[in-house]
């Protein structure tokens, strides 16, 4: 269940994580996709990670997420390193990169956004990645008070919560990629859960 902003009952609010900001994961999106049918249960998610380190610890808790999501939803990293950089001038006839950027976005229920913070606000690669697929292609998310704010422009729903930061997250995967703690674990399977029922309200908003 999304829970409004600052009326969380106590019990939810005792199950979150305190953090340590050294990462800043999970945000997400709906994307307005009225031609969908709402009868479908599983909802396809675009994840987009805002860190192009190659040991990035946004990157382990995506594909983490990946292997946590619930039935109902269907995670896929979609990479946004190679996508160019946003020139309006090419709105009418944008490069491969950013029109298969943007298709796949387009053919997401919903995007959930996996970002570190950068001085304060989002990194300029994922900025860029949302100038890129914004124009008529995002119809609804949510992050990070930074990102809402470009985003919140673009008429796009957010979740409000929960919001999800980990901290402490040189200690937080094994070898494998796997989440170690047994907590946190727990933390990101509610927060999926949250998502997936937060993505059925809003498509049937859309229907209604
Ligand atoms: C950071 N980091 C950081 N952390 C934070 O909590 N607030 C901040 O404003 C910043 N700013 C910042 C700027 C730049 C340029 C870098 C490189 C780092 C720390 C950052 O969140 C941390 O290194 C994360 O581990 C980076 O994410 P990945 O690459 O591990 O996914």
Known sequence: MAI??????????RSRITYNPAVRAAECAVI?????????????VAVIVGSLRKESFNRKMAKAMIGLAPPSLKLEIVEI??????????????PQEAKGFKGR??????VLFVTPEYNRSVPGVLKNAIDVASPGAIGAFGANHHLRQSLVFLNVPA???????????????SDTGAIISDDTREFVNKFLQAFSQWIEKNIASQHA
Request: glycine share 6%.
């Open 4 to 13: 409004a902003k600052g009326s969380a009952p106590r019990a939810e609010r």
């Open 32 to 44: 307005r996709s009225r031609e969908r049918s709402i009868m479908s249960t599983t909802r396809k």
């Open 81 to 94: 390193g190679q996508v160019p950089h946003y020139n309006q001038d090419f709105d009418a006839d944008p």
């Open 105 to 110: 976005i387009q053919q997401a229920d919903a």
């Open 159 to 173: 979740m409000p919560q929960p919001e999800a930061y980990l901290g402490g997250a040189a200690k937080m995967f």
